[in-house]
C-alpha cells in the first residue's frame, strides 16, 4: 500500500473505518477467523506464572500472553527460554486451560547477537502455541544493522511460521518506529508477511507527548498490524500512569470500534499496573507488586469495556 501512505490522514482514516483497507492481510489466512482476546502477564508482574494463569483463567480469558520486557517486568535472562522452560510454560497453559497466541519479548533487533538472541526466543514462542512475537525495531542509530538482521530473522520467523510484530516504544527515544507512519513504511519496505506492526497507542502517549490524536495514529497503524496491545493512560505532572481501559486519554474505545470492523483482529490487553512513566518517559515500577486483587479488578472492567466495544458477547 505504498501509494495508499500518499493520502491524506483524513482519507487513510475513512477507508480504515470501512475496514476494507485491512482486508487484504487477514485474507491470506494469518489471522483466524475467530477473534483472540488474550491478557498480557504484565499486569502480573511478580506473581508467580501458576497465579497469573489461574486468575486470567477466572476472568474469562481464553489466551494469555507471556511478557518479557526489560523494565516491565522481573529481571530475567536467556535461561528464560531453554527447552525446559518451554515444557514448563506449555504444561502451565494446558493445566490452566488458556493458550497462547501472542508473546511479547522486547529487545533492540540493531544489535551485533540480536539475531542469535531473537532466534532462540523464536523458537520458544513457537513451543509455545505463539502466532506472533512482539519486539522493538532498534534506535535509529543502529538502522542499517537492523536491516541486515532483520533479513536473516524473516527466513528463521518464516521457519517456525510465527510472525514478528514491531512494537512502538514508549520511552521518549529516537527509534526506527516513533508514530504509526513510521512503522507502516518499515514493514512495507520488507514486504513479509511475517514482518508487521503491534502497535501499542499508549506507548505513543509518553513516547510523543504531543501526539494530539493517539487513537487515531493506532487507527493509522492498523493497515501494516497483525495484532495490537490495549491498554489506557493518564499523564499528570509526575509523568504517565496505566489505568482501566477507558479511564484514560488514549480513546481506546474509539480504537476498538475500528478493530471490531476487522474479522479475527487480534488484541491483547496488557496494563503494567506496577509501573509508571516518569516525565522523562522512563519506566518506574514499584517495590512491592500489585495486589492480585487490585488487578483482577482492573482487568475485570477492561475486559468488559473491550468485549462491549468490539461486540464480544464471551
Not at 84 to 98: F, I, N, Q, V, Y
Not at 131 to 148: G, M, P, S, V
Not at 171 to 186: E, F, K, P
Not at 273 to 297: F, G, K, M, Y
Request: contains cysteine; charged residues 25%; hydrophobic residues 40%.
Amino acid at each position: 500500500m505504498a501509494d495508499g501512505i500518499r493520502l491524506s490522514r483524513r482519507s487513510v482514516f475513512n477507508i480504515l473505518n470501512s475496514g476494507a483497507a485491512l482486508a487484504p492481510f487477514f485474507a491470506k489466512g494469518r489471522i483466524m477467523a475467530e477473534r483472540v482476546i488474550s491478557v498480557s502477564g504484565a499486569p502480573y508482574d511478580g506473581h508467580s506464572r501458576e497465579a497469573a494463569l489461574k486468575s486470567a483463567a477466572t476472568l474469562g480469558f481464553t489466551h494469555f500472553e507471556p511478557a518479557f520486557i526489560v523494565g516491565y517486568t522481573e529481571p530475567f535472562d536467556e535461561t528464560a527460554f531453554t527447552p525446559s522452560e518451554m515444557t514448563r510454560w506449555r504444561s502451565a497453559l494446558k493445566g490452566s486451560g488458556l493458550s497462547c497466541h501472542a508473546m511479547s519479548s522486547h529487545i533492540d533487533l540493531g544489535f551485533e547477537d540480536s539475531v542469535e538472541v531473537f532466534t532462540g526466543r523464536m523458537a520458544f514462542a513457537a513451543a509455545i502455541g505463539a502466532k506472533l512475537i512482539a519486539t522493538n525495531a532498534a534506535a535509529r542509530q543502529r538502522e542499517a544493522a537492523f536491516r541486515r538482521n532483520v533479513e536473516i530473522i524473516l527466513r528463521r520467523a518464516e521457519a517456525f511460521d510465527i510472525v514478528v510484530g514491531l512494537e512502538n516504544p514508549g520511552d521518549g527515544s529516537d527509534s526506527l518506529i516513533n508514530t504509526a507512519r513510521d512503522g507502516i513504511c518499515l514493514v512495507e519496505e520488507f514486504g513479509s508477511p511475517f514482518l508487521k506492526l503491534n502497535y501499542d497507542a499508549a506507548n505513543t502517549a509518553s513516547h510523543r507527548p504531543d501526539m494530539d490524536d493517539l487513537a487515531g495514529d493506532g487507527i493509522l497503524a492498523l493497515q501494516g498490524s497483525a495484532h495490537a496491545h490495549i491498554k489506557d493512560v493518564r499523564e499528570t505532572d509526575e509523568g504517565w500512569y496505566f489505568c482501566d481501559i477507558g479511564d484514560g486519554k488514549v480513546g481506546c474505545e474509539r480504537l476498538l470500534a475500528v478493530i471490531a470492523k476487522v474479522d479475527g483482529f487480534p488484541v491483547s490487553i496488557e496494563l503494567p499496573l506496577r509501573l509508571h512513566r516518569n516525565r522523562q518517559a522512563q519506566p518506574i515500577r514499584r517495590q512491592d507488586p500489585v495486589p492480585l486483587s487490585t488487578i483482577e479488578d482492573s482487568l475485570a472492567r477492561s475486559l468488559k469495556v473491550v468485549r462491549r466495544a468490539l461486540n464480544d458477547n464471551q
